[in-house]
């Protein structure tokens, strides 16, 4: 793909009449970084330095730059790719990246999530509705406990079941024995209840330990799995997406935070990188991502790009069952609603709160 | 270490009058991530849940919060540690994280640097003065012309050379033909001058791949690896730390901006988890780091911290031969002054400037 380059749009909080010159420097920031008289080789200079393609000035008074980087320079490394677009200059703090556009060439190496909305339809059985998803909380539980719990969400009718972002390998409920008393409980419940629930562990540590809890669960049934991408690195999330293609990833926001705009670290980075599902702060509850934000991360998940399968949107972040026809006529059909506190908070009631969740989602009405 | 906590010190931006509550609410964010009163199990609140132990109004409006996170939660995972120091709360763009400490057993856990200062200045032969390092640009070059420069570096008497953070495997110099040439480049100039220099190549990709490049590496007696561990995942940085206990790593900041402030990050995790050497971006050059940020990051990497070996600090990011006496003056002899941009910007003279470089560090004069 020599020759092809990535668009990058960034956000500089300089006066009007540096920005020109600031876009500059960022460009070389961005790739070459050395003074461009010391580079000898024409080559480097016309095909690997970034160039700038065009700086606005905006009202608030900050410019937006648009610069085009050489994919010569990333070549097939997910890592590599956020370090071209944002690995220097996340330490300066005058510069935010706010969109970003890849070649056909580069989606097609990355090649996006493995299922897509479709095929997460195809592994709950849910049509023509948003999915359903909850939490498995407390970390500090014991596996038991958990596998309980996952018994009696997926008895109500939740398609899908994930680990808290928090569960790795501890004491109380270490990966093998939560996942297999997890599936375990998924399981009896779809033969009790003739549906199909997901059950997602939540991946933790190194490639090469999440290949093994990957194997490990898949033994057991397990289709789909919790990870945060910005926590392990994108680069492990791609191989592991490529590796096992046939499985769900559902991507935690976790370390995600700070100066790459949400809607184009959530929905396009990550869904480049394999995110079946992408979950995300939305708006009203424990986190003050303005709604605008959070409806673009939605629109980035599931537009037309290039031959990427589109990720499922999931608002979260202390969203409840009395908010289920809200989110159902922001983010329609195509997207999950996770709702993990709310549902624990109805205690003894847990069970038909679940089954208010599921119902609301499924016919627009909230069950008493 | 059940029963051991994390102190972690947040900065509120929030009034002082909501701090105390806003604090609790990130205690639980941070931990338990569900509402308390569903929480049945007394283990779980007393031993999992995070406190809170201290909250402090500020002079300019914030409020510093003091918690304690459960060791319990973490484990062995330097990504777990991440995510729960800051995983949720990164997307809370009124948290920031101020400083860490750990309790002694979780220190041992991740065990800091392999060589630490001592050890890099056994690998270099040099004593009692800063090292000297400088890196390999532009990508997009030839492996023969970064060898060539690899050999100029070297035999002017250059400590360490580091390639640019921005090599991964680009094809005008593909990893192994990279790396084998510039080893023996500065192998060769070696054997001409009696000096020895270290060349660290820059690690890319996944944990699988970058044990691979490990091992092609040390094949050929590399001893040191540039490593960017909020690219590739600190777990993955641990990890490969781990199993290579006699190599060296140097940790670039690539990625690590943001609400962690550079002192905590940069300073203390990244040598907890493993940075024989912390390359950060210095005042007075391409950033805006302040100077105190800067000493504070320094203090950090050397400051006694349980039986961790101390980091090497690494002021970057646009130095230049004429600050070395500065350079000197402020951050002593135990650091490694890395000048990249400005040697390569003398053309015909670059090894010239670079003996000035070394000799400017040798004995505190600038050569003309």
New interface residues.
């Given amino acids: 793909m020599?020759g092809d380059r990535i668009r990058a749009t960034y956000r500089l909080h300089v006066g009007a009449a540096q920005a020109a010159h600031r876009a500059r420097?960022l460009a070389v920031?961005q790739?070459?970084?050395?003074?461009l008289?010391?580079?000898g080789?024409g080559?480097?200079l016309a095909?690997?330095?970034a160039r700038v393609e065009q700086v606005e000035p905006q009202d608030d008074g900050t410019s937006l730059a648009r610069l085009l980087l050489?994919c010569?320079?990333?070549?097939d490394?997910a890592?590599?790719l956020?370090?071209?677009l944002?690995?220097?200059?996340?330490?300066?703090?005058?510069v935010e990246l706010i969109d970003i556009e890849v070649p056909a060439p580069l989606a097609r190496t990355f090649g996006g999530p493995n299922l897509g909305i479709a095929g997460l339809r195809r592994l709950t059985g849910a049509a023509e509705r948003p999915l359903t998803c909850t939490a498995l909380?407390?970390?500090?539980?014991t596996a038991a406990?958990m596998a309980a719990l996952c018994g009696d969400f997926a008895r109500a009718g939740i398609d899908v079941i994930k680990d808290?972002?928090?569960w790795?390998?501890?004491?109380?409920a270490p990966y093998a024995e939560r996942v297999s008393a997890c599936q375990r409980a998924v399981l009896d419940a779809g033969e009790a209840t003739g549906r199909r629930t997901v059950y997602a562990p939540s991946l933790?540590?190194?490639?090469?330990?999440m290949q093994r809890q990957i194997e490990m669960a898949r033994a057991l049934g397990v289709t789909a799995f919790l990870i945060?991408p910005m926590?392990?690195?994108v680069?492990?999330f791609d191989?592991l997406k490529r590796e096992h293609r046939d499985l769900a990833f559902i991507a935690h926001?976790?370390?995600?935070?700070?100066?790459i705009a949400p809607p184009a670290l959530l929905g396009k980075l990550l869904r480049l990188f394999g995110a079946d599902v992408v979950i995300f702060?939305n708006h009203g509850g424990?986190?003050?991502?303005p709604a605008e934000t959070c409806q673009a991360i939605a629109r980035n998940c599931r537009a037309r790009w290039h031959e990427l399968r589109p990720s499922m949107p999931a608002p979260a972040?202390g969203m409840s069952v009395e908010r289920v026809p809200e989110l159902k006529r922001e983010y329609g059909a195509d997207s999950m609603l996770l709702i993990?506190?709310?549902l624990?908070?109805?205690?003894e009631r847990l069970t038909e709160r679940s089954r208010a969740f599921v119902a609301a989602v499924a016919d627009g009405k909230v069950a008493a």
Same sequence: chains 1, 2.
Avoid at 204 to 209: I, L, P, R
């Fill in positions: 020599s420097l920031e790739s070459l970084e050395m003074p008289e010391a580079v080789d080559r480097v095909e690997v330095l050489a010569e320079s990333v070549g490394d890592g590599q956020m370090n071209m944002f690995g220097n200059c996340s330490l300066q703090p005058e909380k407390p970390i500090g539980s406990r808290d972002h928090g790795a390998n501890q004491p109380s933790y540590g190194t490639q090469s330990q945060a926590v392990c690195g680069a492990t191989a926001p976790a370390l995600a935070g700070g100066r702060p424990r986190f003050t991502y972040g993990g506190g709310s624990l908070a109805a205690g």
